[in-house]
């Protein structure tokens, strides 16, 4: 079946712009998280969405920062006045069951934001 | 925050080695996972191993858990040049996110 997909795959913006990065999760799949890779870094969480629970927002580094998933399946996160250092690939997961289940988790192919 | 760390951080190996990378972690976990990542796009899962299990093996691969040291290592035997990846250890606390080391990067030369 179908993987997770992301778009757009890159995108090149100027500072101050806002950005709206797309990510589709696997069908059925309740779980779905956000995550930055910053240039030889590992991932680092931004927000879990799990069914019609408030998402957990707690590793958006700033306000600057938001998501919001529609009919527990898409999700949108979005990046307002963006800055250099919202440059990095930003990945999108799904998984099946909840949070700390030992679930697997199936990435996207990320999306390269250039804030030039 | 990170939890785990890998090590190396790099690794250049002839085809036909077999290459090992450790990670190391600081609280108590529910499970510890591997990924690999090509060419720093989307993350594929490798293998997951709980806290209760101490060796998993799938394929080519060999995983090892110590929790008494908070640490793990994966093995791939008879290397290949296309397992040349970033391989990332996650741990899961029981918490809402996988927490990622910063990967080690694995070039297998032919």
């Known amino acids: 079946g179908a993987g997770v997909s992301q778009s757009p795959s890159n995108k090149v913006t100027e500072k101050g712009k806002d950005v709206e990065l797309r990510c589709d999760p696997i069908?059925?799949?309740?779980?779905l998280y956000w995550y930055r890779q910053s240039l030889g870094q590992g991932l680092e969480f931004l927000i879990y969405f799990q069914g019609n629970s408030a998402p957990d927002k707690s590793g958006l580094p700033s306000d600057r920062f938001s998501a919001e998933r529609t009919g527990g399946s898409v999700s949108t996160l979005t990046i307002q006045r963006t800055q250099q250092e919202d440059s990095a690939v930003y990945l999108c997961?799904?998984?099946?069951?909840?949070?700390?289940?030992?679930?697997?988790?199936?990435f996207g192919p990320g999306t390269r934001l250039l804030v030039l | 925050s990170q939890q785990g760390e890998e090590d190396p951080q790099a690794l250049s190996i002839q085809e036909g080695e077999n290459a090992t990378m450790n990670c190391s972690y600081k609280t108590s976990i529910n499970n510890l996972q591997w990924y690999r990542q090509n060419s720093g796009r989307g993350l594929v899962h490798l293998i997951l191993?709980?806290?209760?299990?101490r060796e998993k093996h799938s394929g080519r691969l060999r995983v090892t858990l110590d929790t008494s040291k908070k640490s793990s290592s994966l093995l791939i035997t008879a290397s290949r040049a296309a397992d040349t990846a970033s391989y990332f250890c996650?741990?899961?606390?029981?918490?809402?996110?996988?927490?990622f080391g910063k990967g080690t990067t694995l070039s297998v030369s032919s």
């Open positions: 997961a799904s998984s099946s069951g909840l949070a700390g289940g030992g679930e697997t988790q199936y």
């Open positions: 996650a741990t899961d606390e029981g918490g809402t996110a996988l927490i």
């Open positions: 191993i709980r806290s209760n299990e």
């Open positions: 069908s059925g799949h309740t779980a």
